[in-house]
Every structure is written in structure tokens, then in C-alpha cells.
T-cell receptor, first 116, second 112 residues
Framework: DSGVTQTPKHLITATGQRVTLRCSPR?????VYWYQQSLDQGLQFLIQ???????AKGNILERFSAQQFPDLHSELNLSSLELGDSALYFC???????????????FGEGSRLTVL | ELKVEQNPLFLSMQEGKNYTIYCNYS?????LYWYRQDPGKSLESLFV?????AVKQEGRLMASLDTKARLSTLHITAAVHDLSATYFC????????????FGEGTQLTVNP
């Protein structure tokens, strides 16, 4: 158990709908990352938050948005869903990167989204 | 743009055999990570390699890092069925948010 909690574990919805995925980081971790894993694209970095602020953005679609709340949990909002959005969405957390630490990411169990 | 390439992408091997998975990356980085993923499951951290020449071993797996060649290897010794999984290498991209860029993954199947 990595200590990163994601809900829901599975989600089935229809095209055009909107869903919210939730992530609680490990205790003490200020950084939260969202990754999308699909069969044809591998593990794609979407976005990173650090202590409530956006730190880095990857290949995140405009239909997707995220935020990190004062209690450090994060939500990933996916709207106007398309069939191609079906994927496993991972949240990961880490301590703030320093030369003195490993920079290791700890991953949650993922949220499997199926868009029909 | 940082690119991370693994090979092979698919590996089928017999129990008891040895093999090596390679991970090449395109820009300077001193940190390299190996993760294991079972089908439909989370990513489990295996090794963190923090400097040139670093070597880490755990059971039948050994990872090494050559930052000059921008190459990491994951060596499997005397494979057993329980090692069947997908193995990812990832490179730290700092200071661009300290995120990891992952390779495509190597799907390993160990046959009895």
C-alpha cells in the first residue's frame, strides 16, 4: 500500500458526460501528479500540483482540469468525455524534490474510466 | 523534449534464464527509476538510481545506471514466473516540475 488513495476505482459513463476523480496523497506529501495510462499512449503525464498551486503541465486536454485543495487532496475533472478518454488514471504523490531526496513518486491504485 | 525508450517492448522467456531490459533517454538526468506494474494494478517502485554508476539489486533483479551513455539496464537472473509483469523505467525531469517521464514499458512473460 503506497498510502495514495484514489476514488472511484471504476467508473463507467457515456460520451459527453463529466466525471471527477479524487486523490488523497500520502501523509506529508505536498506534490500531486496525474497520469493517464491508455493502451496506445502508455503513461502520459497530465499535470502536477504542489501545495495547491499548479507546478507543471503535460499533455492535458482543455476538456480536462485539475485542482489541489488546502487539505492537499486533488481532483481531476474530465468533461465532454469521448470514447478515447477511456483509460486508467493514476495519481501519484511525492515530497518536494530536493537534491537530498530521491524524487520518487508513489502511485495510487488508479481509477479506471470507461466511456461508452 | 525528453524521450525515454525501452527495449524490448515484449519479452517472453523461460524460467531459469537471464535477460536484460534496456532503457535509453535523450537528455541529461542523474536520476532513473524502475517500476513494476501487474495487469490493471498500480505501479510499484523497484529501484531508484541516483548517480552515475549506481547499481541496485533486489532478489533476481539488478538495475544499473550509466548517465554518460544515458542508459539504464534491468537485469533479470534465473527468471521465475512471479516476475511476469510490465516494467517501466522513468527519468526525472527537473526543474520542470520534478515529474517523471516514463518509457513505453517492457511486458515480461516468464514461461514455466
Amino acid at each position: 500500500d503506497s498510502g495514495v488513495t484514489q476514488t472511484p476505482k471504476h467508473l463507467i459513463t457515456a460520451t459527453g458526460q463529466r466525471v471527477t476523480l479524487r486523490c488523497s496523497p500520502r501523509s506529508g506529501d505536498l506534490s500531486v501528479y496525474w497520469y493517464q495510462q491508455s493502451l496506445d499512449q502508455g503513461l502520459q503525464f497530465l499535470i502536477q500540483y504542489y501545495n495547491g498551486e499548479e507546478r507543471a503541465k503535460g499533455n492535458i486536454l482543455e476538456r480536462f482540469s485539475a485542482q489541489q485543495f488546502p487539505d492537499l487532496h486533488s481532483e481531476l475533472n474530465l468533461s465532454s468525455l469521448e470514447l478515447g478518454d477511456s483509460a486508467l488514471y493514476f495519481c501519484a504523490s511525492s515530497v518536494e524534490f530536493r537534491v537530498s531526496n530521491t524524487g520518487e513518486l508513489f502511485f495510487g491504485e488508479g481509477s479506471r474510466l470507461t466511456v461508452l | 523534449e525528453l524521450k525515454v525508450e525501452q527495449n524490448p517492448l515484449f519479452l517472453s522467456m523461460q524460467e531459469g534464464k537471464n535477460y536484460t531490459i534496456y532503457c535509453n533517454y535523450s537528455t541529461t538526468s542523474d536520476r532513473l527509476y524502475w517500476y513494476r506494474q501487474d495487469p490493471g494494478k498500480s505501479l510499484e517502485s523497484l529501484f531508484v538510481l541516483l548517480s552515475n554508476g549506481a547499481v541496485k539489486q533486489e532478489g533476481r533483479l539488478m538495475a544499473s545506471l550509466d548517465t554518460k551513455a544515458r542508459l539504464s539496464t534491468l537485469h533479470i537472473t534465473a527468471a521465475v514466473h512471479d516476475l511476469s509483469a510490465t516494467y517501466f523505467c522513468a527519468v526525472l525531469r527537473f526543474p520542470s516540475g520534478s515529474r517523471l517521464t516514463f518509457g513505453e514499458g517492457t511486458q515480461l512473460t516468464v514461461n514455466p
